[in-house]
């Protein structure tokens, strides 16, 4: 079998990254003071936690993979570092990037699919025979194995709960999506929704025991090559509700306090009041990237805190075979400020557009894409 050599990580030295830091200011409607308060409470965190707080920062971890990446572990062993992205303080501080070995195993990066727990201490993973899908749990290495259910059919998508006690995750059967929960400790798994309609992408909403899916209600077709209008819907103890509604909807994520949500549409990031669902903050894309005309978000990782977003674009055009399209080495992190409330309960938010550029780690190559794993903390130096 062919396989692609891969890059060499021998460098131990930090790695100068070229960056570009906006800053925009946005004067929303009227906001709920709970999603308002609390990109204003993490900064206080961050600020008032006395000097073992401030001698911590936060770190985004990058995975730099390989799209042939199947071949290549299994016949050489060989798996890329990690970038460890440092964000500065502010516009005058450049990043810089750091190889560091990787926080997943050489096993898992091989899996079919697989989910990293919030806290970065677990991974959720799947092996796949004669239809059926074996559901796993270990550490980031490959040790601790544990297999917690065969499912008849395949799983398609995993997330874990905010405390790691859960997994939410999709059965493929018949054309049909179920949307399945399963309780990590005693190996439960129950079925968590009847929806007419196809199921897509299941998280956490991080309110109290709410899940929320993308939901394609029964009858929408496709927009030519794109997918339907997708619903955001939230299932809780009152019921199912609509938090978006028919939205070209990519890629979305809760934050880990529960009160924002984030998504990805054709042209643009947009923030919402995960209790309302009012928006309160929206990028164009081109405003966060120039690059950024044909692309979307299908991924996005929360710092811990609430007070930033990580994310990469995915061109949505077709390519030749081997082509490197812009955008496809670049990492993006908003960070999240809230700058005033008006008397009329409207607030502006601020947002830190990071631009992190990992084309040198990449080596330029279309063969390796980064993949963002999670924000770490670790000493300042």
Aim: aromatic content about 6%.
């Amino acid at each position: 079998m062919q396989t692609t050599q891969r890059p060499a990580f021998a460098l131990s030295v930090f790695v100068a990254v070229a960056t570009s830091v906006v800053t925009c200011v946005v004067t929303c409607g009227v906001v709920n003071s709970v999603a308002g308060r609390a990109c204003a409470q993490a900064t206080a965190i961050e600020v008032d936690q006395g000097e073992k707080q401030r001698a911590l920062h936060h770190v985004l971890r990058v995975s730099i993979e390989s799209e042939s990446r199947f071949a290549q572990a299994a016949e050489d062993g060989e798996i890329a570092q990690d970038a460890l992205c440092f964000l500065g303080n502010g516009a005058d501080q450049a990043s810089r990037i750091e190889r560091a070995s990787p926080h997943i195993g050489r096993r898992l990066l091989v899996s079919y699919l697989r989910s990293l727990s919030p806290d970065g201490k677990l991974v959720a993973f799947t092996k796949q025979a004669d239809g059926k899908s074996e559901l796993y749990s270990c550490l980031p290495d490959g040790s601790g194995e544990t297999r917690l259910r065969i499912e008849d059919g395949r799983v398609t998508s995993l997330s874990w709960s905010q405390d790691r006690k859960r997994i939410v995750y999709l059965v493929d059967r018949d054309g049909r999506s179920r949307l399945r929960c399963i309780d990590v400790a005693t190996k439960i798994a129950r079925d968590c929704v009847d929806y007419e309609g196809q199921v897509r992408e299941p998280r956490f909403a991080n309110r109290g025991d709410a899940l929320a899916f993308l939901g394609e209600a029964k009858g929408r077709e496709r927009r030519g090559k794109l997918p339907p209008l997708r619903d955001i819907v939230v299932v809780d103890e009152n019921g199912q509700r609509v938090l978006c509604a028919e939205k070209s909807i990519w890629g979305y994520e809760f934050s880990p306090d529960g009160n924002l949500l984030v998504l990805s549409t054709d042209g643009a990031i947009e923030f919402y009041d995960a209790a309302s669902g009012r928006r309160v903050l929206a990028l164009p894309n081109k405003d966060i990237s120039k690059s950024a005309f044909a692309h979307a978000t299908h991924r996005f990782v929360w710092r811990a805190d609430s007070g930033a977003v990580a994310f990469g674009f995915g061109f949505l055009g077709g390519r030749m075979a081997g082509t490197v399209v812009p955008g496809d080495h670049d990492v993006y992190v908003l960070e999240l400020e809230t700058v005033a409330e008006q008397e009329d309960g409207a607030a502006r938010l601020r947002a830190t557009i990071h631009e992190i550029k990992l084309g040198e780690v990449c080596e330029s190559s279309a063969e390796l894409r980064p993949a963002i794993v999670r924000f770490e903390r670790r000493r300042r130096e």
